[in-house]
Every structure is written in C-alpha cells, then in structure tokens.
C-alpha cells in the first residue's frame, strides 16, 4: 500500500480508538508528511474538524506555493467543506481511500482541474462500514443529514 | 442596518482589534445568535479558522435540522472553503456584507439553491480595503493566493 495512504489510515484508527469518526489525513510535500490529522467531532466537540481539516490545520499556516504543490491524502472522499478547503488552497492533488461508503465532491474537484484518484481500499472501506453500521446517527451528524 | 450584519461586523472589527483579519460572522437560528465568531489566523496560528468557520465551530455540534433552518451572516463573500462548509450543513441562507474586495463561491451556492444576499455595506468594504491595502501578504495567505 502507499506508504501516505497508511499514515492517513492510521490517524483515522487513531481516531477509533479514541471513540471518534474513523477518517484520517496527511498532506504531503516534497515527499513528508507536513501535516496529520483525523476527525475530532466527537473527541473535541467539532463541527468542522473533519480529518482533512484537522491535517490542514495542524500543518499549521504555509505560503501558497507549498499547499500548491502538496497531496492531500485521506482516508474517505471529501465532503463539501474539506473540498472546498481544497479549492481554496490549490492543493493540485487529492488520493483518496475509498468512495464507497460516501460520494463526496469529487466532480467538482476535477471540475477545477483537481487531480483526483480513488484507491478503494478494503481496510478504509470496511473501517467505514463497521462505523457506519455501529453509530449511523454520528455519522448522519457529520454530513449534515437528519 | 440589519442587526446580525451588525453583529458579524462587531465580531470582525473585534479581529482587527486583535490584530487580525477583520471578517467576522454570526450563525442566526429562529432569532437569535446561537454561533459567532471571527477570522484567528493571526490569534490561534489557524490555516482554518475564517470567520464563518469560527462562528460555526464556537455554535458547537448541531443537529441537521438546526442548520438547515439557520442564516449564516458573514462580512464579506465566503470562500470556497467556508462554501463548501455552508453546502455540507445545508444553510439555506447566506447574508454577506460585502462581495467588492472578495468575490467567493457565490455562483456555487446559488447553483445548489442556498439565497445568497449581498447588502454591500459601506463599513464591510471600508474596513476590508483597508485591511488589504495595509497587509496585503496577509490577506494574501488568507485566501491562498501567492
């Protein structure tokens, strides 16, 4: 497996773990992780650190040439909000584990030239499943369903 | 003037006080403020933490049937980032202070049916173009822009 996609996948059974939403992601440049995160709704009470935030934001704030020539990995296709986070900073390059459990806005990244590839991984894929079978009103929660 | 435009600018000259980026916003739900918040990019070292950001996180966990009869009230026309966040929680209503120095994802949200109104205040544009002319690299790195 990549070697970015198992660090994102171990930020999100970080997440696990710690009884949050199993998401996680690393946003990588010139070949190192510069930033980490997964989902901290539940652990920090957030409505807006979904995985791809928080690695953004622990990445801390970098001129616009390093986020224009970065990849951001994560363990589930973007949401609105994480792809749009994406759109803003120019982040060329988005690998994503899996689009099974959850269709993000994926047609709107490419629409904005956004290089998207999706890896479908059976361990982001069945992290998710279980999750989603176990707690299905948290998940509802974070994509802002009833 | 509207009273929760004037409560966003409040909270976006409170930045500016702070020595920030003067963008603020207020979450509106059946009358009352139940989120507000400011840009603290300068105050928490945050790459994420715009203005409606801020407003939606400090409203803390929500259920969908909140957002989705909430208006979200921002200073100045959101960014793709604060968009896609506005697209993810289903906030059928976005009042922006001002769209003159910033033009964001207004087409987007119109697209996918939010009422998006801009009053283009004169006190939103005057403290932005202040702001701008005054710490251009700032505002720069605020919306990913080299």
């Known amino acids: 497996m990549d070697k970015f996609l198992h660090e994102a996948i171990k930020e999100a059974q970080q997440g696990l773990d710690e009884g949050g939403i199993p998401i996680g992601s690393v946003l990588v440049y010139e070949g190192k992780v510069i930033g980490r995160g997964h989902n901290r709704r539940v652990q920090q009470g957030s409505a807006i650190l ?3 935030m928080d ?3 622990n990445a801390g704030r970098l001129p616009a040439k390093i ?3 970065a990849v951001l ?3 589930l296709s973007p949401c609105p909000m994480c792809s749009g986070t994406i759109l803003l900073y120019g982040i060329p390059k988005v690998i994503i584990g899996e689009n099974k459990t959850f269709m993000g806005e994926e047609a709107l ?3 904005r030239g956004v290089n998207v590839e999706v890896i479908n991984d059976t361990t982001c894929i069945e992290m998710m499943e279980s999750f989603i079978a176990n707690k299905p009103e948290l998940w509802n929660e974070d994509i802002g369903e009833e």
Chains 1, 2 share one sequence.
């Open 67 to 69: 986020y224009k020539n």
């Open 73 to 75: 990995y994560t363990t």
């Open 109 to 111: 990244l490419k629409s």
């Open 55 to 57: 690695a953004l934001e």
């Open 50 to 52: 979904h995985g791809e």
